[in-house]
């Protein structure tokens, strides 16, 4: 904690405070600029009694109390200076390969999600996404397969190789998806839901938390720190988009979230520019910014016929878009260093 005292105060009262942030545990460090004083506290404000009433006790004294620490802890950087990987499904996420996530926004018949499951994987995808419990904004909208969903996305596995991920939208059905998926997906209207959060740690399953629509780097990082701190290590952030004042977009996807994160954080991290955009044509070109500004894997939407989609048809690539697209990449992949 950096205490900052305000100018002029007599030697008694500074003399007090010292007093009382020793009593409470620290260790102070005192610091005289030209015009202020400021105390360093050092000590674990885990384990001891907090210095943020100091202010309040000592108002003639005490202009403000400033946290060093950062709030989340697990996840950042300080904690793991190393990149940290996750595997799933026998793939790995955020080592020297790029890994591409493709697959329907729902899942809507075996026929559908096979053929996507095939050519996704012809074309170089390692991971098959598929929603089968959905959050729609309407009651009224197609709400997924539900358990018939996840066991066709467990067929998929089964006949492609390829890993699975699909959205957990509610905790009592944690253990249930947790049995057909290798990355259990929260959702970016659920990512502060802690109790979500917590059951999808607990599975052990890799969770990959979806910024919120309207959440700050800080507040995805805290809730990042929720899986973490409940005994799970593989936690994967993905960008989506957030919600601004534009209407080009159906969100603004934040590109500038990967270096932040990448400085703040030792996981990986992953875009999503199919929610981003909302739009098919501008989802190659959000894909080679990811890639070149560092990003460790993509979650792209892919439909056999993305006009007849039950959702999100106006923004999933087509089976022949996904494949030129990831020829496109290649040569970026490759520019950055990886595979
Ligand atoms: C999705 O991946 O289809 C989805 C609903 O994502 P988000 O939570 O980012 O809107
Ligand atoms: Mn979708």
Redesign the pocket.
Known sequence: MIIVLKPGISKILEQAVLAEIRKRGYHPHVMRGVARTVIGAIGDELTHASLESLALEFPQAVESVNPIQKRYKLVSREAHPADSTVTAGGQVIGGKKFQVMAGP??VESEKQLLATAVAVKAAGATIL?G?AF??RTSPYEFQGLGEKGLKLLSKARRETGLAVIT?LLSETQAELVAEHADIL?I?????QNFQLLIAAAKTGKPVLV?RG?SMKIEEWLLAGEYVLANENPNLLF?E??IRTFETYTRNTLDLSAIPIIKQESHCPIVI?P??GAGRADLVAALCKGAVAMGADAL?I?VHPNPAKAR??SAQQLSLEGFAKLMQELRPLIAAVGRE
């Not at 959702?187 to 990512?191: C, K, L, M, Q, Y």
Request: hydrophobic share 10%.
């Open positions: 926004c729902s996404r929603g959905k959050p959205e997906q959702g970016a209207r659920n990512s979806k629509l993905c989506r988009g999503d199919s929610q979650l939407e959702s999100d």
